[in-house]
């Protein structure tokens, strides 16, 4: 029996629902691995429908689709290593079960179903499907290789019962969405199951973006004694070659690649650039458009879009009223010159006279303030959607997160959009963001290199500019003090008085508190954006849109 065993890792990119493109994504990385003489490719979880389906896996016209599509794999994959990929499998009996196949020889010689399933955060898999058996191990060639699949692995039980009926090593595959130091989370959580088994770990995660969710890659190797044996890049699609040899010991990983993962901002920008790219590649746009005003938030999702589109496939677009700066005027001018994107300017000041001409007579003896500023923003949304529609651009918007919290954001006018990049980044990482990006140029970035982010945009005071001398800190505490609150309340399910013991302000905090649940309505009518945080406003946080309780502690 051969001492020796190639894993093939596929970690790419699969799109839900394109069933037949990802079983040709699959054919392909068989292919490569066959090549490098491999005796198993494996691919991440749910790989051949996409990942996460939600209710869509629940069609039953669907669901055998994909089933179909995992046996002509087989068929066709006959001739080489063997094949591990995810998807959906309908019993006899109508049951829905998360599997993971195995291919060889023509056919699925194995099926493993997911035992543990996740039903917190973005994931609601007890909704869908049912919780298998602890499969055991199967054999390819001369290794006994036992599967957890993704969640299963978070969990001590099935790592434990696989190495005691006979696994070697532990092939984990996963479908595990990113946020803010969730990898080094996985490879805690994958080195205490390495010390319990006693046996090696491959980790394979996907990458790409899917809706809100981003997924990051970084699939790694990890050998008894917690030493990594490789690690795979994040945000790349990778396929790469993993040897095995059988020692007195056991099985062992050869040490091979370790890519080095950037940091936190980095992976931040990437995350929203991909998210941004797949969001538009995936729903079949290729261009967008974006109302530019010269503040910080639409500069920073100018960019994004143009390091994940190219600047010829932006638009942007200054609608100035009266109200609207001459600084605002040149800083827009200066933000599309830095990045080569085109920029037409649309004055609203005559839609809005014929806008109060005909809300005059109801209007009449009342003052100017809200019912007017708002006005403004939704002429914008109108004519920016005009554009969309007319020239097949799909509409950014670019409210950030403390916006988004508060409700400082106009519905059916700022806030009207197909994607928002920024949704889930907070007003004070803007700045760092912005500042980051003009230090730093990657090549998967496609947009210019340089300080493409004027310093007048980041040092001005943030300003909606829907009335004279407007400041956002008219409306809101300042920003530093804003997000902290917001951060406690949202992402630390914090109470009042906790927040208040580490020196904030009642009121403030209350007020705060206030504008988070009355905005619950504007957040539910709100475009998607990339997730970055553990409390990202959709699928993480999911509040009623009446909600009269209020923490009076």
Partial sequence: MSDRFRLTLAQLNPTVGAIADNAAQARAAWQAAKDAGADLLALPEMFITGYQTQDLVKKNA??????????????????????????????????????????????????????HLPNYSVFDEKRLFESGPVSGPYRIGPLR???????????????????????????????SPYYRGKFERRVNLMVSRVVETGL???????????????????????NPGGQLAAQLPVWEETIAHVDFTRHPEGWRAQTGTRAVHPDEWEQDYRAMVLSLSDYMRKSGFSKVVLGLSGGIDSTLVAAIAADALGPENVHCVMLPSEFTSAHSLEDAKGVADALGCRLDTVPISGPRAAVTEALAPLFSGTPFGIAEENVQSRLRGLLLMAISNKFGEMLL????????AVGYATIYGDMAGGYNPIKDLYKMRVFETCRWRNANHRPWMLGPEGAVIPQRVIDKAPSAELRADQKDEDSLPPYPVLDAILERLIEGDMSVAEIVAEGFDRSMVKKVEHLVYISEYKRFQSAPGARLSRKAFWLDRRYPIVNRWRDES
Wanted: aromatic fraction near 10%; include cysteine; charge should be negative.
């Fill in 62 to 115: 669907f669901t055998r689709h994909a089933m179909q599509a995992v046996e002509d794999l087989a068929r066709d994959c006959a001739d080489g290593p063997a094949l591990g990929i995810g998807g959906p499998w309908l019993d006899a009996e109508g049951r829905l079960f998360n599997a993971w196949y195995v291919c060889e020889d023509g056919r699925i010689t194995a099926r493993i179903l997911k035992h």
């Fill in 145 to 175: 290789i036992g599967t957890p699949i993704c969640e299963d692995a978070w969990f001590p039980d099935v790592c434990e019962t696989l190495e005691e009926t006979g696994a070697e090593i532990l092939l984990v595959p996963n479908g």
């Fill in 200 to 222: 090696p770990m491959v980790y394979l995660n996907f990458v790409g973006g899917q809706d809100d969710q981003l997924f990051d890659g970084g699939s790694f190797v990890i």
């Fill in 397 to 404: 918007t670019t409210g950030n997160k403390s916006e988004v």
